[in-house]
């Protein structure tokens, strides 16, 4: 059961504390030397203001503040501190997402300092997605440019009371729907100004012109109301993000080469079918020879993610599994494609023919299709999937399928009865190997 909303009065010694931060100047969004005051704490205690005086009273600011430098000191993960609009570099919002829900069960249950400190942890990476270097793909090769623009905003925000035109005016925090949109537009507000924002800063990275404090102040201002809006709905028990429903995954090539890249894709979606941003996937890649290689991605826009393992020596004719793990809000998902190493077939009919025992037929009789596969050294290659088509003279179509024995054989059958369509019956067999697709044809004809 939630804990009901509560607000109060905060303490002399609370104002006390925004105001006294320590002014020791650190590297990015960050909170100054060890436990200093940067900032992410700046943007904390701006999140404070918006409560005009009347903050959650189970709210432990001085255990948020001292969380804000965790994600990068504690447990840093470069990937889990920007959100760009393509690539790898997405892991932040699942973050924000995570220690949202935690903080949620947390002040539920009662611990409402493990609530204060998931804030904290939170506030980091929401400061870090309102940073349009953290947001835009094209921000990855500007590392000088990006460590000077965050060193000087460091710099004027020292304290709580320093930074007047970058404080938000709000003073009445609104609840939230879904913290992960939430963040998700968040990242896309702050992405829009990164091409300004670069092109004005560049000019002169020795200082913040006219322009460049205009847009940080409006940045600010958003990660300061946003926060504040997080922790009113933490205190109210809502804005928890969708939940998982269900993870569907497949690999390109079931029968796959070795030493070749083996691509992943993966679909995540919520519980009523549609598509889940931001999530964290992780994909457990079988290696070669035992064991498996985390392949950690994050869901696009369409909630989908594409990731390639290394098949490497894998041994010939083994079935390899790769785990699929999404979990969000304590729920997890699963899926488990596989994939098997697999020799290449020799060209033409050498390495892939099929051929029917009676190419004619009447009603009452069964015909049997056969396929043989081979690979480059004539030898049978076992376990491989033929898939029949079968098109009959009047259009219609049907489909069997086998699977190629110890002699590199797949065969099927069927009985040909009065309903059967009279004429040519044309066979299409296909089948893969060593990740190459293969068609061999045959056919027969209905008396």
């Known amino acids: 059961m939630l804990r009901p909303a509560s607000r109060s009065i905060r303490t002399l010694a609370l104002s006390l504390l925004l105001v006294a931060g320590v002014a020791t100047p650190a590297y990015g969004w960050a909170n100054g030397g060890g436990n200093g005051y940067g900032t992410h704490d700046w943007i904390v205690g701006q999140a404070i203001k ?5 903050p959650p009273s189970w709210f432990d600011l001085n255990a948020a503040l001292a969380a804000t430098d965790d994600p990068d000191q504690d447990f840093y993960a470069s990937n889990e501190h920007v959100f760009y609009e393509q690539g790898y570099g997405r892991g932040a919002v699942d973050r924000i997402a995570k220690y ?6 947390a002040h539920a ?15 980091h990476y929401y400061g870090d997605i309102l940073q349009p270097f953290h947001t835009n793909h094209a921000a990855l090769d500007r590392k000088a440019s990006h460590k000077a623009y965050e060193l000087l905003v460091d710099k004027a925000t020292g304290t709580s ?25 968040a990242a896309a507000y702050s992405r829009k100004f990164y091409a300004e924002l670069y092109r004005e800063f560049h000019a002169d990275e020795s200082r913040l012109n006219g322009r460049v404090s205009e847009i940080t102040g409006s940045l600010l201002k958003r990660a300061s109301s946003d926060l504040a809006a997080v922790l009113y709905s933490i205190d109210r028990g809502v804005g928890d993000a969708a939940t998982v429903g269900s993870v569907s995954a497949s690999v390109k090539y079931t029968y796959a080469a070795q030493n070749a890249k083996q691509p992943v894709y993966v679909t995540v979606k919520d519980a009523g079918g549609g598509p889940l941003e931001g999530v964290r996937v992780d994909i457990d890649f079988p290696k070669p020879t035992g064991g498996t290689t985390l392949l950690r991605r994050y869901t696009d826009a369409n909630g989908t993610v594409t990731a390639w393992g290394d098949v490497g020596a894998s041994p010939f004719g083994v079935k390899r599994d790769v785990k699929v793990t999404v979990t969000t809000n304590d729920v997890t998902r699963t899926a488990t ?12 009919t050498a390495g892939f023919k099929t051929w029917v025992k009676d190419s004619t037929v009447k009603v009452g009789q069964t ?13 049978p290659v076992a376990k491989l999937k033929v898939t029949w088509t079968w098109t009959f003279n009047d259009g219609s179509v049907k489909k069997t399928v086998g699977t190629t024995n110890s002699k590199g054989k797949a065969r099927t059958t069927m009985l040909i009865t009065s309903g059967t369509p009279k004429g040519t019956v044309k066979i299409t067999a296909r089948t893969q190997s060593a990740r190459v697709h293969r068609t061999s044809y045959t056919s027969f004809r209905r008396y």
């Open 100 to 105: 949202y829900h935690e903080a949620l069960v």
């Open 367 to 379: 015909v049997k299709i056969i396929s043989r596969t081979r690979d480059t050294s004539g030898r």
């Open 161 to 185: 009371t320093m930074a007047p035109s970058w404080m938000t005016g709000d003073r009445s925090p609104r609840a939230l729907d879904d913290v992960r949109t939430t963040a998700i537009a």
């Open 337 to 348: 494609p596989w994939f098997m190493a697999t020799r290449k077939l020799a060209s033409g």
């Open 50 to 54: 918006v409560f005009d005086g009347s």
């Open 109 to 123: 249950g009662g611990d409402d300092r493990k609530a204060s400190i998931r804030f904290g942890w939170l506030a």
